[in-house]
């Protein structure tokens, strides 16, 4: 997997845990939990990290397999993005199967490709 598709991936994650981030505060990521803003996350303070943490971290992407897991339910059954993915699955396999229900769930829900939040409106 390239570093384009990481990031394009965890962009997405990101918009779909409804996190968002300003231009003037580039590497950090906010969300919203009214009626307050709260930082989500920043590259900032991960050394040596730059980049969301998604494809990398346990604690992390368990928060979105239980957010996809949730909304998988208000389709119809058959949908297989987690079949094949068991305990022992690795993180990247749990991170692609995420990443693939997104781009399904954004565009039976919203008929397009989740847009990536750059920022929240008159928020910050």
């Not at 384009?4 to 981030?21: D, H, P, R, V, Y």
């Not at 906010?30 to 050394?47: G, L, M, R």
């Not at 297989?80 to 305990?87: G, K, L, Q």
Request: with cysteine; aromatic share 18%.
């Amino acid at each position: 997997m390239t570093r384009e598709e990481l990031t394009e991936g965890n962009n997405l994650i990101a918009s779909f845990m409804g996190w968002f981030t300003e231009e003037h505060q580039k590497g950090t990521w906010f969300v919203i939990d009214e009626p307050s803003v709260y930082v989500a996350y920043s590259i900032h303070n991960n050394y040596p990290h730059t980049d969301l943490p998604f494809h990398r971290d346990w604690n992390w992407l368990m928060k979105v397999t239980d957010k996809c897991w949730e909304r998988q339910g208000q389709f119809e059954q058959g949908l297989d993005y987690f079949d094949d993915i068991t305990i022992f699955s690795p993180i990247e396999d749990v991170w692609g199967a995420c990443v693939e229900f997104i781009k399904y769930y954004s565009k039976r829900w919203y008929g397009e490709q989740l847009e990536i939040l750059n920022s929240a409106p008159n928020i910050l």
